[in-house]
C-alpha cells in the first residue's frame, strides 16, 4: 500500500523545513529507517527516514523548497501500484503550477488578477512563470522587468527580440521548458545563487524534478564560466565605442557614453527567509515584547584572569582556553550561589533549576544558535573549552541534535572578539537572564592615588523582570565580577 511521506517535525521550535537534498531518486528501493532526504530546520540539518519498505515512486516537493510541517513532500509504494490518487490529494507542486498559469491567461483575457504571479517577455517572444514560492527573482528573465499584471506591449517586445543563437543550436534547457509547458522552474536557493552571481537562469538546463533549476545547476554554472550565448548578449549590450579597435586620429576627441541618470529608488531584489531566520524572527518578537527587560551593566578588570588563561595555555597548549571559558565556568558557578537568576517565568509558577547549563551564542550563516555547556558549574574550565569548540564546530556545520541546543538556564553572548566595548542582548525565552560580554582592553585607571593601565571588559546582563529583580541581578554580578577579578576563589 503506497505512503504518504511528510516533512517531519525534527526539532522542538519547527514550523517548516527546507529539503536540502534528496538521498534517494524516484525509482530507488528504500527501507524501513534509512535516510531518504536531508531537511534543513531552523536550527540544523537533518536526515528524514523512511517509515515503510518500497520503492520512492514520486517526490513531490524539489531540492532547496521550503515547506509546512505535515506537507506531502513524496510518495513510497510498490513498483507497480498506482498511485494517482494520492498525487491528487497531495496537489504537486507541477500541479499547483498549471493552475497558477491557467489563472495568469484568465488575467490577460480580461480577469481581476488577484492572484497573478510573475510574467515577463523573455528572448523568443515566450513567457515564463518563475515558481519561488510566490517571490518574483531577480535577473531570471534576461533582463526584462517583473510586472505584477500583463504588460500590453509585451507581446511587440517579444517580437522585437530576436532568438539567441546559443552554440549547438538550441537554448539551454528548451526540451525541459516544453516538458514543463514553458515555465521556468527554479527553486529559492538557486535563485538567490544566480541572482548574487549574475547568471541569466534562461541560460541553463534544470537538473532536478521537472526540468526545475536547483542548487548544484547554479554551481556548475560559476565553474563552469559565462556560456558563449551570454557572452554574445554581453557582447551586443556593449556601446558601439566598445567594439571599435580603431584608435580615433589625434584630433578628434573620443566619445565616450553618456553616464546614465540615477534616478527614483534603488533597486533591490527579495530573497526567501531561511528556516532558521525566520524562526529567530518569530523568536524575537516573542521575547521582547512580552518579556520586560532591564538591563545591568558594570566593568571588570581581567589582568587575574588573562594571567591565569595565559599560564593554563603554556602549561597544556592543547587546552587553547580563552577569555569565554572561563567567563563560562565563573557565570555557572555565580549562578548557583545566586538560584533566583538561575530560574524561568511559568505562567503561575517559577521554575528554579538545580544545574547551570549554559547557552553559548554562536554565528552562523544564517543567524544565531546556542549550544548548550551542561553542568558547566562542576566542569572544568578545560572540559568547558573542549566541549564549546566541538558544539560551536557542528553548529556551524548544522549538525547539532536538537538536545544540544535547548535546554539552557542561562545564555552568554560575547562580542568582545569584534572589537565590540559594549552591547545589551535579547533574552531567549524561557531564561530570565543573558549576559553580553564585550572587549577586553587596556584603559587607565586610579588605585590609591596612582594612575595605573589595566584590562578592563564591560558585561551587560539582560533580566526578565518577572522573575529577576534589580537587586537579585545585581547580587549576581557582584559575586560574577569577583570570581572572574580574582579566579582563584572557584578553588577555594
Not at 501500484?81 to 489563472?103: F, N, T, V, W
Not at 558563449?228 to 578628434?252: G, H, I, M, V, W
Not at 527614483?264 to 524572527?281: F, H, L, Q
Amino acid at each position: 500500500m503506497a505512503t504518504q511521506v511528510v516533512m517531519p517535525k525534527l526539532s522542538p521550535t519547527m514550523e517548516e523545513g527546507q529539503l536540502a537534498r534528496w538521498l534517494k531518486q524516484e525509482g530507488d528501493k528504500v527501507s524501513v529507517g534509512e535516510p531518504i532526504a536531508e531537511i534543513d530546520t531552523d536550527k540544523a540539518t537533518m536526515e528524514a527516514q523512511a517509515l515503510t519498505n518500497g520503492v520512492l515512486r514520486k517526490i513531490l516537493v524539489a531540492a532547496g523548497e521550503t515547506v509546512p510541517l505535515g506537507a506531502i513532500i513524496a510518495v513510497i509504494g510498490e513498483a507497480d501500484e498506482d498511485i494517482s490518487a494520492i498525487l491528487a490529494q497531495a496537489g504537486s507542486p507541477a500541479a499547483a503550477a498549471e493552475r497558477k498559469q491557467d489563472l495568469q491567461e484568465s488575467v490577460k483575457a480580461g480577469g481581476d488578477g488577484s492572484e497573478t504571479e510573475l510574467a515577463a517577455v523573455v528572448p523568443g517572444g515566450g513567457r515564463t512563470q518563475a515558481t519561488v514560492e510566490g517571490q518574483p527573482l531577480a535577473g531570471d528573465v534576461g533582463g526584462e522587468p517583473s510586472v505584477k499584471e500583463p504588460d500590453a506591449s509585451a507581446g511587440a517586445r517579444a517580437q522585437q527580440a530576436p532568438p539567441p543563437a546559443p552554440a549547438g543550436g538550441q537554448p539551454a534547457g528548451n526540451g525541459q521548458r516544453e516538458q514543463s509547458g514553458g515555465r521556468l522552474l527554479v527553486s529559492p536557493i538557486a535563485a538567490r545563487m544566480a541572482a548574487e552571481a549574475g547568471i541569466n537562469l534562461q541560460t541553463l538546463s534544470g537538473s532536478g524534478p521537472g526540468g526545475r533549476i536547483i542548487k548544484r545547476d547554479i554551481e556548475a554554472a560559476i565553474t563552469s564560466g559565462p556560456s558563449q550565448q551570454q557572452q554574445q548578449q554581453q557582447q551586443q549590450q556593449l556601446p558601439a565605442e566598445a567594439k571599435t579597435t580603431e584608435r580615433p586620429a589625434p584630433t578628434q576627441k573620443t566619445q565616450l557614453p553618456a553616464t546614465p541618470a540615477v534616478e527614483g529608488a534603488s533597486p533591490y531584489r527579495d530573497e526567501p527567509v531561511s528556516t532558521m531566520r525566520a524562526t529567530i524572527a518569530r523568536r524575537l518578537v516573542s521575547s521582547i515584547g512580552p518579556v520586560p527587560h532591564f538591563f545591568l551593566t558594570t566593568e571588570i578588570e581581567m589582568d587575574r584572569a588573562a594571567e591565569m588563561r595565559r599560564q593554563i595555555n603554556e602549561l597544556d597548549p592543547e587546552l587553547k582556553i580563552s577569555i569565554n571559558d572561563l567567563i563560562i565556568k565563573v557565570a555557572a558557578v555565580s549562578l548557583i550561589q545566586h538560584p533566583a537568576v538561575n530560574a524561568s517565568f511559568q505562567d503561575k509558577t517559577v521554575r528554579y533549576y538545580e544545574r547551570a547549563d549554559i547557552g553559548v551564542a554562536v554565528a552562523v550563516e544564517e543567524g544565531l544558535i546556542t549550544p548548550v555547556v551542561r553542568g558547566a558549574e562542576s566542569k572544568s574550565v578545560g572540559q568547558i573549552s573542549r566541549e564549546v569548540r566541538e558544539l560551536a564546530e557542528r553548529a556551524r556545520s548544522r549538525r547539532l541534535k536538537p538536545e544540544e541546543y535547548t535546554g539552557a538556564t542561562f545564555s552568554v553572548s560575547n562580542l568582545g572578539m569584534f572589537g565590540i566595548d559594549e552591547f545589551t542582548a535579547v533574552i531567549n525565552p524561557p531564561e530570565a537572564a543573558i549576559l553580553a560580554v564585550g572587549a577586553m582592553q587596556p584603559k587607565p585607571v586610579v588605585r590609591d592615588g596612582q594612575v595605573l593601565v589595566k584590562q578592563l571588559m564591560r558585561v551587560t546582563m539582560s533580566c526578565d523582570h518577572r522573575v529577576v529583580d534589580g537587586a537579585t541581578g545585581a547580587k549576581f554580578l557582584q559575586t560574577f565580577k569577583k570570581l572572574l577579578e580574582n579566579p582563584l576563589l572557584m578553588i577555594v
